[in-house]
């Protein structure tokens, strides 16, 4: 009889954050596939777990799938684990899970904790759906094309990035979404957790410690009309120069919040705003 692919959700940080299912799955396997064994490893010696592990990453993933997929025919039963949280979710094991459906395995879901899920039940603004987006792109001009594309997101926006590119990606979030609210999580369910809520501005002036993992949640922009009539190109050089001097957003972020509110491009908005200033000089 073939055996069962477990995908266990593992703490995202505090070890007690394990639900005992989990705990017995990887006492019963055969195997642990885990994304760093050495991580992996903590928690199994926390709740002295000696099942056998084998490492399983995005770099060595397509190699090691057929092997494994071969161990769950011959009737062994593995549970896939990542570094931390719930596996795929930006996380390596698509590519194993996708494998085993194909074969007709049994593929069982073990849930358990989930930054996302962490972070948007504390922000104030869950009930009514939100937008998992993962990691963003890590070079700034393709970070802020990803961005600008969310932008007209009605629904709350969940954004994973790493400590190194934090400062950068709240930048690009100003420019392209405006001065919005983000409840801004940081090592969450550990010792030094934060979840603050505040305008994207806030965040950037009063960052200190970059340490740790960030999970954001972008709260949506109010609901704007668009307006019918796209005003002429001196009184939109004009809107355009009011915004700049709030200085709650750059320029790429005002013309990103011209283009939204008269449903034209950026380009199209850049075109007028720079016809007006010709037109008044």
């Known amino acids: 009889m073939p055996g069962t692919l477990y995908v266990v959700a593992t703490p995202i940080g505090n070890l007690e954050d394990v639900t005992l299912r989990a705990l017995r799955i990887l006492r019963e396997v055969s195997v642990i596939a885990a ?34 997929i071969a161990r769950l025919r011959g ?12 596996p795929v979710i930006s996380d390596p094991g698509t590519r194993l899970v996708a494998a085993a459906h194909a074969a007709g395995l049994r593929v069982e879901p073990v849930p358990g ?14 009930g009514g759906g939100f937008v998992f987006a993962g990691f ?11 961005l600008s594309r969310l932008a007209g997101e009605r629904q709350p926006i969940v954004v994973y990035e790493a400590p190194h590119r934090i400062r950068a990606t709240l930048q690009d979030m100003l420019d392209a979404f405006g001065d919005r609210t983000v409840a801004l999580g940081r090592e969450l369910t550990k010792a030094h957790e934060e979840l603050v809520v505040r305008p994207i501005s806030h965040h950037i002036n009063e960052m200190t410690d970059v340490r740790g993992e960030y999970t954001l949640v ?46 034209l491009s950026a380009r199209a908005v850049y075109s007028l705003v720079e016809k007006g200033r010709n037109s008044g000089k």
């Open 35 to 68: 994304e760093d064994t050495r991580r992996t490893s903590r928690l199994l010696q926390h709740y002295s777990i000696s099942t056998p592990t084998t490492s399983l990453h995005e770099h060595n993933e397509e190699a090691k799938t057929p092997g494994l």
């Open 136 to 146: 963003p792109p890590a070079r700034s001009a393709a970070r802020l094309g990803w």
């Open 75 to 86: 009737g062994e039963s593995i549970a896939l684990v990542s570094d931390a949280g719930t």
């Open 113 to 126: 904790a989930c930054a996302a899920i962490a972070a948007i039940s504390a922000a104030g603004i869950g």
């Open 218 to 263: 972008i709260f949506p922009a109010a609901v704007v009309e668009r307006s019918t009539d796209v005003p002429a190109a001196d009184a939109l050089s004009q809107e355009f120069g009011q915004l700049i001097e709030t200085a709650v957003t750059s320029r790429r972020g005002a013309i990103k919040q011209l283009a939204l509110k008269y449903g």
